[in-house]
């Protein structure tokens, strides 16, 4: 099975290394990631200027916990945050800017899908809630942007990470493993409607 | 109210244990579901990380997930008690757990868009108040991350597209048809909490309020006790499994209740609790010391 086989992902993200993935592997993350959310992906979307060069990058879409203390900025929580609401924006800034892994949690649209194929993107769906495991993930916070502009959580908070596990849930090709569970849910609810036992008062 | 520093001690407390720290219904639950995944399976490996991050926060000490949520406060106080002075001093712990990342930076002006520092703001955090007979105060606390509470929905019946009628029949469709819309956006598997009837504002009150109940409860009402056991079992038909990546725990439980309602309005309203499920609740002295855990 897919989980006890981990295919490994190490930035920079070539074409090549998401190329040999399909839906349902599951991966370990290592090197640099973006963290970003709801702030920057329309400021990006809206072709402000990105500080960084995301092109064979990885966004992840994550609002830490972040405390500063004596040893500088350290990630006490670091789950994943709802992709869904980055459908709008998404396609164009995989395009623009190059980026090569998402990394988020929940249902993607033919729009991404689109976009992964056509960019050799792979989105990459993690834990959510995990959020105290994945950051143990964390192993050095390299720098943030937008700390001022957009609050703490919104901020683009540059990550070194080792092995942070995920599973393909869009591949290069745009084949979605989460639509296809809603297909196979949407089948199972009309038998449950259609024959199900009725409730009678 | 006297004694506000051992208040603020007792609240913070609450607050620091409801993020770091599961109830143990809730964990007995995400084991059993764990263990009915087959073995090398995507729905076994969610599950398995998320039983270690259960594990590993409280052992650290640190929030489990980082949308520490919503903050809702349910306190059942004495007759006569200051409510006012209850609520500034539960403003007083909400900042110090926050400045202490035990709360994320998790409010926002919905018209500047600014982000506040301490979670405390117009509407931030939440409090419901009921007088009882007692002389302690009883307070529980319900942390709802913002990515579950999105996937929060209502009905209203009859709704032709699903077929569903004014009845519990009706009522079936509506939660099987949410669990599907939800797939595991709602970060899966989640507990529904249900509420029949109401208006849509109280409707959306009581649905979420059945969050206070423990996970191995059922409802006293015969037929809604039933209804909760059927949807949890047909919920495992459906495939949607841990992150709605595939398996068969879809749902740790379903909870339902009802209100009265008027005869031209028939709602049904859904709230999802993920199952980063963050509820607590302490028993405080009327000087303010903690007296006991509930749950």
Not at chain 1, 101 to 124: D, H, N, P
Request: glycine share 12%; charged share 25%; with cysteine.
């Amino acid at each position: 099975m897919a989980v006890l086989n981990p295919r490994r992902l190490t930035y920079p993200f070539t074409a090549e290394q998401t190329g040999a993935l399909r839906t349902g592997d599951f991966v370990l993350v290592s090197g640099l990631v973006y963290t970003g959310r709801d702030r920057l992906h329309k400021y990006l979307f809206d072709d402000g200027a990105c500080p960084v060069d995301l092109r064979d990058g990885a966004i992840y879409h994550c609002g830490p916990v972040v405390v500063h203390g004596d040893k500088g900025w350290a990630v006490r929580a670091a789950g994943p945050t709802t992709s869904t609401r980055e459908e709008g924006y998404l396609p164009r800034i995989i395009r623009n800017h190059g980026v090569r892994v998402i990394i988020g949690k929940g249902s993607m649209g033919k729009a991404t899908a689109q976009a992964c194929r056509e960019g050799g993107c792979v989105y990459l769906h993690a834990v959510g809630g995990a959020a105290k495991i994945l950051a143990d993930k964390v192993s050095e916070v390299k720098g943030v942007h937008f700390g001022a502009e957009f609050g703490l959580t919104e901020a683009m908070w540059m990550l070194e990470v080792k092995d942070f596990p995920a599973i393909v849930a869009i591949d290069s090709r745009g084949r979605s493993l989460l639509q296809r569970v809603r297909n196979g849910s949407i089948r199972a609810l009309r038998k449950l409607f259609d024959s199900g036992e009725k409730i009678t008062p | 109210m006297k004694n506000n520093a051992q208040w603020e001690a007792s609240l913070f407390e609450l607050i620091r244990r409801t993020s770091v720290d599961l109830p143990s219904d809730v964990e007995q639950a995400l084991k059993r579901a764990y263990t009915g995944e087959p073995k090398g399976s995507r729905g076994r490996w969610v599950l398995e990380t998320i039983l270690e991050n259960i594990r590993t926060a409280r052992a650290q000490d640190t929030p489990l997930c980082q949308d520490t949520g919503t903050l809702l406060f349910s306190f059942q106080v004495p007759v006569g008690f200051d409510t006012n002075a209850l609520a500034a001093v539960t403003r007083v712990a909400v900042a110090r757990a926050t400045r202490m990342g035990y709360l994320r930076q998790n409010t926002v002006d919905s018209v500047s868009g600014e982000s506040c520092s301490t979670n405390v703001a117009h509407g931030s955090p939440l409090f419901r108040f009921e007088q009882c007979a007692r002389s302690t105060v009883d307070v529980r606390l319900l942390m709802k991350g913002g990515g579950c509470e999105n996937m929060g929905r209502q009905y209203s019946l009859p709704d032709p597209v699903l077929g569903a009628g004014r009845d519990l029949e009706g009522v079936r469709r509506c939660l099987l048809d949410a669990i599907v819309a939800t797939q595991g956006n709602g970060c899966a598997p989640g507990v529904l909490g249900v509420c029949i009837g109401g208006d849509r504002c109280s409707g959306c009150e009581q649905a979420k309020h059945q969050f206070l109940r423990r996970l191995d409860d059922r409802s006293e009402v015969k037929a809604l006790g039933k209804l909760e056991d059927r949807i949890l079992k047909e919920s495992r038909t459906l495939g949607i499994g841990p992150m709605g990546l595939g398996g068969v725990a879809s749902l740790l439980g379903v909870k339902i209740g009802a209100l009265s309602r008027l005869p031209a309005s028939y709602f049904v309203t859904v709230s999802y609790m993920c199952w980063a499920y963050r509820r607590r609740g302490v028993v405080i002295s009327a000087k303010g010391g903690l007296q006991r855990w509930l749950y």
